[in-house]
């Protein structure tokens, strides 16, 4: 951590401004020596943006009229000295901004970088750090108050008061260990029990979120299925509250899949819109079946559509084959239109089906719908106002990790069995809880978790 690193640290493309962040011991001397201050004491104070001039002074050349801050450490982003350039947003500007801070002895920062600088210099724990990827993300107002929190340090928070529990009872079972004869409190099997279960449920609980936090930072993707002509393709513009998909009369009218990202009541979503599927000669259409093949196995959810103006087919039923294995949701759709089939028929080919009435000429149904998705996603539970949920798949087997590893213990203080034999099982559950926050984490884990970031953050 001893060199200097730069990047650029906004997104590429053209804007009002684009900034240059460097960041380490030399921080201060590239910007002197890269930056002309206009005023005439051409002074530089930590924390007060100046106004000047990028010089290229070997080229005698100006780059770019910007705003530059130096902002001396501990107290900033990486826990070090920083320097932010705003040049211009143009990526010529930022192109040589950049190659002359890295000509003056700065290095190209990698991905993640200046985070993990923060995190290697205990600004942030772990997960905080990854909070920032998350915040960065983030594709609805949930998700991303999901990540400002874990980034405010909620989720540490608890893991640590979870750890303490351990540590509490690490300390009992070790005493008891090492001095069985002294005159200290004797662990009893039963407080034993009572002490490791009543921890294992704390992690449960924080494992009970799981699920939803995790569709909440990825979203789902739903796939729109269905034989031609059903309604599809009127139920994707349905969603998305706007003409994108082409609606006709035709049968096999989408000839190929139709991917958009949406927000469904602050859920994000991947809807796709596929082709009819059916038997066809015609080539491109069987492409197109193919892919919406694909994207049914793709998805982590099925709408299947059926029209209830028409007598079930063969094709619904060899598509609700398919169905039996999958989460998924059956519209019968044209319930303006009199209707050829019942519900109970639907339920003989899907047993455990949820069905919705819909005529998506009318807008109906679409509600229901979308009711449908989010009590999926939140489990039919009451949205918690509080937004403390584990979402990230590294958290996630960790925390199973040290629950197993607890239920190992719990068994074994049950059968009574040698305290050293609990110990081991209670101090890995410690070290499981440890990786989240990073106390315990190698290097390899660190150097992964980074390699996600984008450049410049
Ligand atoms: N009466 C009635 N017609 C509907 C309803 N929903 C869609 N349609 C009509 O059904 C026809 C087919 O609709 P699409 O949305 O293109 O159907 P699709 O499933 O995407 O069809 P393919 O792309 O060919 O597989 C169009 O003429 C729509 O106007 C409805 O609720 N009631
Ligand atoms: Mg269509």
Excluded: W
Aim: proline share 2%; aromatic share 6%.
């Amino acid at each position: 951590m001893e060199d200097t690193i730069a990047a650029v640290a906004t997104a590429y493309g053209e804007g009002g401004i684009g900034i240059i962040r460097i960041s380490g011991e030399n921080s201060l001397s590239i910007l002197k020596e890269v930056f002309d201050p206009a005023a005439d004491n051409k002074e530089i104070t930590s924390r007060r943006m100046t106004y000047g001039k990028i010089i290229d002074k070997d080229a005698d050349q100006i780059i770019d009229e910007v705003l530059a801050v130096y902002m001396k450490g501990p107290k900033t982003y990486t826990a070090e000295d920083v320097v932010e350039i705003n040049c211009h947003g143009s990526m010529v500007s930022l192109r040589k901004t950049l190659a002359l801070v890295l000509r003056k002895g700065a290095r190209l920062a990698e991905p993640g970088e200046f985070t993990k600088r923060a995190f290697l210099n205990g600004r942030l724990d772990l997960s905080q750090a990854e909070a920032v990827i998350d915040v960065i993300k983030a594709k609805t107002d949930k998700s991303f108050d999901v990540a400002l929190s874990q980034l405010e340090g909620t989720l540490s928070t608890k893991i640590s008061e979870i750890r303490a529990r351990l540590l509490d009872l690490l300390v009992d079972i070790t005493v008891n260990i090492d001095y069985p004869d002294e005159d200290i409190e004797y662990i009893t099997y039963e407080k034993l029990e009572k002490n490791i279960s009543s921890i294992g449920e704390m992690i449960e609980k924080l494992l009970s979120t799981a699920s939803t936090g995790r569709m909440i930072r990825e979203g789902i993707r739903v796939a729109i299925v269905g034989k031609p002509n059903v309604g599809k393709s009127s139920l994707m513009n349905g969603l998305l509250k706007e003409t994108r998909a082409i609606v006709t009369e035709v049968p096999g009218t989408t000839r190929d899949t139709i991917e958009e990202a949406i927000s469904i009541r602050n859920i994000p979503v991947y809807l796709v819109d596929t082709a009819g599927i059916r038997e066809t000669d015609d080539m491109v259409e069987k492409i197109g079946i193919e892919k919406s093949k694909e994207a049914f196995n793709n998805s982590d959810f099925v709408i299947f559509i059926l029209d209830g103006s028409v007598p079930l087919s063969q094709e619904d039923r060899e598509i609700a084959e398919y169905l039996k294995t999958r989460k998924s949701l059956v519209l019968i759709n044209k319930s303006d239109l009199t209707q050829a089939f019942t519900h109970d028929e639907v339920k003989e080919m899907i047993p455990d089906a949820k069905i919705i009435e819909t005529s998506f000429i009318m807008g109906e149904g679409i509600n229901e719908i979308e009711e449908f998705i989010e009590e999926m996603v939140y489990g039919g539970e009451i949205v918690q106002s509080e937004s403390l949920m584990v979402n990230n798949v590294r958290h996630i087997e960790l925390l199973n990790k040290g629950r197993d590893s607890l239920r190992d213990a719990l068994n074994m203080a049950q059968m009574k069995e040698a305290l050293d034999f609990i110990e081991i099982d209670v101090k890995n559950a410690y070290e499981f809880l440890g990786e989240i926050i990073g106390e315990t984490v190698s290097d390899d884990i660190i150097d992964e978790v980074f390699a996600r970031f984008c450049l410049g953050k």
